[in-house]
């Protein structure tokens, strides 16, 4: 299957201070990438979807000044998690899919380990 | 969840067993789609069913889809200890572009 790169896998960042993470799609082009968080032992949950070269969607209770996504080409998408807090370590995930369109598989990424301390 | 919920929550299962999980949503789909995710690693696609589609397989696995019920089964014949993992359902609604997923279950096959 296609294969969607994310870095870093895991960061440790102090509070306050902000957080990059990259997922790219490396064969194939990405139309449309989603962002999730997942805590331990939980599922994941979408915070956002993104089209290449428009705004992200949020999902409701998602603070798009917080978590700020940008799809500025169609094989990368970053989410940065600004003045990061301790309660904002997760396990993000991306994933991608090929198509704007719905009934395709999505791909996803390894994962980033987020630890704010 | 955003979307549904998966039973059971756990399972733990011998080698040799066959596995299945259920996977509950709330509104209508467009597809549905069953991932396995490894202790803390990214998801793996494992099988997408359509909603005009009630079954289908895919080596060990079969998935059925109820629109009726709003649910969705996933059984894995002979399990093996390498199917360790989570599995959960994504729901794919009906005119968006997103995935939604469901609780997941965790399944422990010993060997």
């Known amino acids: 299957g296609a294969v969607v790169s994310q870095h870093p896998s895991w960061v440790i960042c102090k509070s306050g201070t902000s957080v990059k993470i990259e997922c790219r799609s490396l064969?194939?082009?990405?139309?449309?990438m989603f962002w999730y968080r997942q805590f331990p032992k939980q599922s994941l949950m979408l915070m956002a979807t993104?089209?290449?070269?428009?705004?992200?969607?949020?999902e409701q209770g998602v603070e798009k000044d917080k978590f700020l996504i940008n799809h500025a080409s169609l094989t990368l998408s970053t989410l940065t998690v600004t003045s990061a807090h301790p309660e904002d370590s997760s396990f993000y995930i991306c994933s991608a899919r090929d198509g704007g369109g719905g009934g395709t598989e999505a791909f996803f990424g390894q994962g980033t380990r987020l630890t704010v301390v | 969840s955003q979307q549904g919920e998966e039973d059971p929550q756990a399972l733990s299962i011998q080698e040799g067993e066959n596995a299945t999980m259920n996977c509950s949503y709330k509104?209508?789909?467009?597809?549905l789609q069953w991932y396995r995710q490894n202790s803390g690693r990214g998801l793996v696609h494992l099988i997408l069913?359509?909603?005009?589609?009630r079954e289908k397989h895919s080596g060990r696995l079969r998935v059925t889809l109820d629109t009726s019920k709003k649910s969705s089964s996933l059984l894995i014949t002979a399990s093996r200890a390498a199917d360790t993992a989570s599995y959960f359902c994504?729901?794919?609604?009906?005119?968006?572009?997103?995935?939604?997923f469901g609780s997941g279950t965790k399944l422990n096959v010993k060997p």
């Open positions: 993104s089209n290449e070269g428009s705004k992200a969607t949020y």
């Open positions: 069913i359509r909603s005009n589609e």
């Open positions: 509104t209508s789909i467009n597809n």
């Open positions: 994504a729901t794919e609604l009906y005119n968006f572009n997103k995935f939604y």
């Open positions: 064969d194939f082009q990405a139309t449309t």
